[in-house]
């Protein structure tokens, strides 16, 4: 979902030269009194922006693409003839924080590889624009932090890209569970993971913040969460690889199983060597469940009693990112802020920490 190479070579090239910068003092208010929709500049324009959030923007009806940020003059150009984006609303990463001068940008869109979330959701709040971030939210509980700190120090909202939180049939399971209609909840058993067949990618690379739990892991975690209403207490997990030539700095699998307090146990699963994809809810009156419940093209389940879970929309991005538009708009609070985000990294810590100690660790 974020910048991939050879973009990110010569992202990794200009980054020495942002790194180090001050943004400039703000020109302008976040948001201009009586604007109808928000103007959102993606930064990393690796496969996620391009195939996903870029079409989808074009869909929404309370943001529009405004603006880009990427290390690639190629692309920048190319993005600027398909989209009619202006000279002054391009950027690359050295000149990222005069952003803060542009008025037409009112929330940055952070699509970049996970070790650099946390550093550009920062200089954008510093910049006093609204940040949305991809998931995982950065990579340690420290970062999560510091991100929400700059965000609420300049008054500015935080929103990590859940979208399935936004979907209408996790949001069925998830009022499943709130409501009790299969009674309470007992077990749930969560699966995310695909076969990553490249090599030499940013997600094998400890530094970039590869490995299969922060990609595909947290898909499993949230799962655990939401359908429980819960915040778990405990963690047991593993490490797993078939391919250790490969996946010699990051995780390849990962098992982990979840204690929650009222004594739900979640079973979850995450992997770059084996393609899965479901969720499932065991209740004291029967279970519900989805399969596949993060696609991308649309999610399916039933529940015991044979109620289909088949509700379309036709963008979760666009539904997603409209969604935290209209909340801004409004002044709301966001479905999916950076206090999630920040729970579930602490979870993350957690899983590593019983991986690599072998020991059951309380969170």
């Known amino acids: 979902m974020k910048e991939h190479a050879p973009a990110r070579r010569k992202f990794i090239k200009q980054l020495a030269l942002g790194a180090g910068a001050l943004a400039l003092p703000r020109l302008s208010a976040v ?32 943001c529009s693409l405004a603006g880009i940020v990427t290390g690639t003059p190629t692309k920048a150009e190319l993005w600027k003839r398909q989209y009619a984006i202006p000279d002054q609303n391009i950027y690359d990463y050295s000149s990222f924080d005069r952003i803060a001068n542009n008025a037409d940008i009112d929330v940055v869109y952070i699509v970049l590889p996970n070790s650099l979330h946390a550093e550009y959701a920062i200089r954008a709040a510093n910049a006093g624009k609204h940040v949305w971030c991809e998931k995982p939210m950065a990579l340690t509980v420290k970062d999560c932090e510091a991100m929400i700190k ?27 569970g709130k409501e009790r209609t299969y009674g309470q909840v007992k077990s749930i058993s969560a699966a995310a993971g695909f076969y990553e067949s490249r090599t030499g990618h940013w997600r094998q690379q400890k530094a970039m913040g590869g490995g299969a739990m922060h990609d595909m892991g947290v898909y499993s975690l949230q799962a655990a969460r939401y359908c429980s209403g819960e915040e778990p207490m405990a963690v047991t997990a593993q490490h797993l690889t078939t391919r250790p030539e490969i996946y010699r700095e990051v995780d390849e699998t990962t098992t982990f199983e979840l204690e929650f307090p009222s004594a739900i146990l979640a079973h979850c699963k995450t992997s770059f060597g084996m393609t899965m994809n479901s969720l499932r809810v065991n209740c004291e ?15 399916q389940g039933i529940t015991s009693d044979g109620r289909p879970l088949n509700a379309t929309i036709d963008s979760q991005q666009a539904k997603q990112m409209d969604d935290d538009a209209l909340a801004i708009l409004e002044g709301r609070p966001l479905l999916v802020p950076g206090e999630e985000g920040l729970r579930d990294i602490r979870v993350v810590e957690a899983v590593f920490e019983s991986a690599r100690t072998g020991r059951r660790v309380v969170i």
Not at 43 to 51: A, W
Not at 285 to 299: A, D, H, M, R, V
């Open 285 to 299: 009156k029967g279970w519900y469940q989805l399969e596949p419940f993060q696609t991308y093209s649309g999610i």
């Open 31 to 62: 948001c201009r009194p009586g604007k109808e929709r928000l103007g959102v500049a993606l930064v990393g324009l690796g496969y996620y922006s391009t195939h996903l959030l870029a079409p989808a923007l074009q869909r929404t009806q309370y």
């Open 150 to 176: 700059a965000c609420r120090d300049n008054k500015v909202s935080l929103a990590i890209g859940y979208r399935m939180q936004h979907e209408p049939n996790t949001q069925t399971v998830i009022r499943y």
